[in-house]
């Protein structure tokens, strides 16, 4: 038959009861969903603060390595000069060409012994 409704159940109280239920079971539903969006939420907070400590301890790390390039920048120059006023003398040039030419004979001979 249709229409037909369960005995002892009249239009309204039968309809209400399900709803009540369904209404229960939704409100369930979406608290256990909200607890699990809570808890995703949490996460992604913690992963954000992990990421930002990160970042800032790298800042830091490339803020003292600029100062340390920057001494090495000044040291390299002043290297650099000290070389130049060893250039200038003839006899300190013929002595930095031998220096450059054992150099490179004992690289040939490594080189050759590897082989």
């Known amino acids: 038959m249709l229409g037909a409704r369960p005995w002892g159940s009249s239009p309204l109280t039968g309809g209400r009861r399900q709803d009540k239920v369904d209404i229960e079971a939704v409100e369930q539903e979406n608290d256990r969903e909200l607890d699990h969006l809570a808890d995703r939420v949490a996460l992604l907070k913690n992963v954000t603060h992990g990421i930002n400590k990160e970042t800032n301890d790298q800042h ?4 003292g390595m ?4 920057g001494s090495v920048g000044g040291l390299m120059g002043a290297v650099a000069t000290k070389f130049g006023v060893v250039l ?11 220096l450059v030419a054992a150099a490179a004979l004992l690289f040939l001979v490594w080189y050759l012994m590897r082989r």
């Open 66 to 69: 600029d100062g340390s390039f």
């Open 60 to 63: 830091k790390l490339l803020d």
């Open 88 to 98: 200038d003398d003839k006899a300190n040039k013929r002595m930095i060409y031998g």
